[in-house]
C-alpha cells in the first residue's frame, strides 16, 4: 500500500501503535489518503448514490473556513475512492448550538459532562462512507481507528466524539467495534436526515466519545481484536 499525503499539515507515518491497521490495508491492496480537500469530499459523497446522507454541514467548505484544522481520509483502490472520513477541531457545544441553529424540529439535551470541559482539545468526526462493493472488509472500523491514532498520536488532541443514528445495532458498533468509551442520547429530530449521521426516517441521535488515555489503555486490546 502506499501513504498519500496532500494536507498542508498532517503527515501520515506507520509505526510501532497503528503499524496493525496499515499491514491490514496492504493485505487489501488499498492506498490511504490524508488531505484537505472539502470541496472534492463533498463532490465525491453528494454523487454517490449508496451515501445514505445529506453532507454533514459541519465540512461544507463554504462555511469551513480554517481547513487545515482538519483532516479528510480516502482509501484508495488505484484512482477509485472506496471509503472517506473526515474529522476536525470543535468543541462539542459548538456541535450543539449548531445543530439548534442549523436544524428546525430537533430537541437537543445537555451534553454528557464528560464533554464539557473547554481547556481540552475536541475532534469531530463523521462523513464515514464505504464503497457496498467493498463492505465486510472491515474497511469502515480500519479507517476509524486509522483516524483515531491521527488525532491523539499525531494532532495531540485530547478527545474525539461523533454523533450516530439509534437503531438495534449502532451503539454496540461504536463502543465494541469503534472502541468508542461511551454512548449517550443527545437529540431528537422528528422529521430525521441529519448530514453525515442520519437518514429521513432516523429522529433519534446519540453523541459517542473517547479520550486518549482511554484509547491507549485499549490499545493492546484493539490490537488483538484487528490483528
Request: charged residues 20%.
Amino acid at each position: 500500500m502506499a501513504i498519500i499525503n496532500n494536507h498542508p499539515i498532517r503527515k501520515i507515518e506507520v509505526d510501532n501503535s497503528n503499524s496493525y491497521l496499515f499491514n491490514y490495508l496492504d493485505t487489501q491492496k488499498l492506498d490511504l489518503e490524508v488531505h484537505n480537500d472539502w470541496s472534492g469530499l463533498k463532490s465525491l459523497l453528494t454523487s454517490k448514490d449508496d451515501y445514505p446522507y445529506s453532507f454533514d454541514p459541519c465540512f461544507d467548505p463554504t462555511s469551513f473556513q480554517e481547513s487545515t484544522n482538519g483532516f479528510s481520509l480516502y482509501l484508495k483502490d488505484g484512482d477509485r475512492v472506496v471509503a472517506t472520513y473526515a474529522a476536525r477541531e470543535q468543541h462539542p457545544n459548538f456541535i450543539k448550538e449548531g445543530l439548534s441553529n442549523y436544524y428546525s424540529n430537533t430537541k437537543i439535551e445537555n451534553l454528557p459532562t464528560s464533554l464539557t470541559p473547554t481547556n481540552l482539545r475536541y475532534y469531530y468526526s463523521s462523513c464515514q462512507w464505504v464503497d457496498t462493493e467493498y463492505l465486510g472488509r472491515r474497511i469502515g472500523v480500519t479507517l476509524d481507528l486509522i483516524k483515531k491514532h491521527i488525532i491523539f498520536d499525531w494532532v495531540g488532541a485530547d478527545c474525539n466524539y461523533a454523533i450516530h443514528k439509534v437503531n438495534d445495532t449502532m451503539i454496540s458498533y461504536h463502543t465494541s467495534k469503534l472502541f468508542y468509551s461511551d454512548s449517550q442520547y443527545f437529540f431528537t429530530k422528528s422529521d430525521g436526515d441529519v448530514g453525515g449521521a442520519g437518514g429521513s426516517n432516523d429522529t433519534d441521535y446519540n453523541i459517542a466519545w473517547t479520550y486518549k488515555n482511554a484509547f491507549d489503555n485499549k490499545l493492546q486490546e484493539i490490537q488483538n481484536t484487528y490483528p
